[in-house]
């Protein structure tokens, strides 16, 4: 199917967005679950976790660039690059979530050699998949549908595999991803929308790894993106000390999850309408100051205040859809203005992922030591102020920051007008 052939109807782009839900499905799990998981059942402390997180984090962050680098010129489809990073991403989830008994030194090395082979496998084909979106439609009023799709389908799997972890534990959690990452993987590649020119047919220079940042609007994109990535990492990385030992609520916390994403699930379409009325900067900007206005109350909670940070998480996860919608349309947008669609997609997103795992790295690496410096150990009961204020308060600041970068960044010239222009013109 040629995207350039017809229009991207919804179950077209159903069959693409699909593969965002096991790829979601791993990403809880590396983002949320991971820290306390090695906390509990293996030897290692918080500052050890926090350091093997940090470096795998770091080394995925250079791996992407790499890989997106990589890609851009070696004349492989998206579709053949999915297909290969399958069986990696069976290989890693399982070796992360079901290592052996060992010496705390084997189990370090275990920890972050699973890391990083699911930080690899995950690159790949999150580089693939993202760019294979991006390259499907420059129309304004198309690829923040796109996006939308299939981050809608990778809250889906947020959900999925919460709920799964609550009731069925990492067994269950295990056997639902490999179901759905081979039933997705086959769909994407067998009925998915292929662009209408293939990001692949002519390779690109080997400097093309440097092209993005030669684009002063995706440098503004890109500070945005890691000052407002640190932000959302923080209470993720921390999201289960807080709901168990601060709130007393750990036997809620897949719930909280839950209504989290489901709420952001929901605001989908209200992004997308938003977007298109508003632009897709002015909207982000919204919800980045929605989210800081709502989150800052976490603080204020105290033990057993179940209705309350349910609350916090329904709210906090309607801005939550704008974070995952609008910045993959708004990159989109950039590299359609730029000249760039339908041949280096890959070596933006690669950039773009390194940003993601930078901010990531930069929440383990920073956040779980400095708790640790300041006498928090997580079910002892000590540090639980600095807990607090790394997981409310940080983030709060930080959003205000992005979305300052955001109001002055120079966006929305090339991503509303010039955009429009050029898809009425063809």
Known sequence: MNAGASALSLPALFHYGLFGLPLAMLALPIYIYVAPFYAQRSSLDLAQIGAVLLAARIAAAFIDPALGAWMARGGRSYAVLIAASLPLLLLGFGALFHPPVMPQAATVAWFLAALLLVYAAYGLAGIAHQSWGAALSQAHAQRARVAAVREGCGLLGVILAAGLTSVFGYDGLSLAFAVCLLAAGALLLARAPRPAVSGVTSAAPRSGWRLPFRQRAFRWLFAVLLVNGVAAAIPATLFLFFAGDYLRLGHYAGPF??????????????????????????????????????????????????????????????????????????????????????????????????????????????????????????????????????????????????????????????????????????
Do not use: T
Not at 276 to 301: C, D, H, N, T
């Open 257 to 426: 999850l839950i209504v989290y994403f489901c709420a952001a699930a929901a605001s989908m379409p209200l992004w997308v309408a938003l977007a298109r009325r508003f632009g897709e900067a002015r909207a982000w900007g919204g919800a980045m100051l929605l989210a800081a206005s709502v989150f800052v109350w976490a603080y204020g909670l105290g033990a057993g205040a179940a209705w309350g940070f349910a609350g916090i998480c329904l709210l906090s996860g309607l801005a939550l859809g704008a974070d995952l919608a609008l910045p993959p349309a708004l990159l989109a947008g950039l590299i359609g203005a730029a000249g760039h669609a339908g041949r280096h997609e890959a070596a933006y997103f690669g950039w773009w992922n390194w940003g993601v795992q930078m901010s990531l790295a930069l929440a383990a690496g920073i956040a779980l030591p400095l708790l640790a410096w300041l006498g928090y150990v997580p079910e002892h009961g000590g540090g639980l102020p600095a807990l607090a204020a790394a997981y409310a308060l940080l983030p709060c600041a930080l959003k205000l920051l992005a979305a300052l970068l955001l109001w002055r960044a120079p966006l929305q010239h090339i991503y509303s007008d010039h955009l429009e222009n050029r898809a009425c013109a063809s």
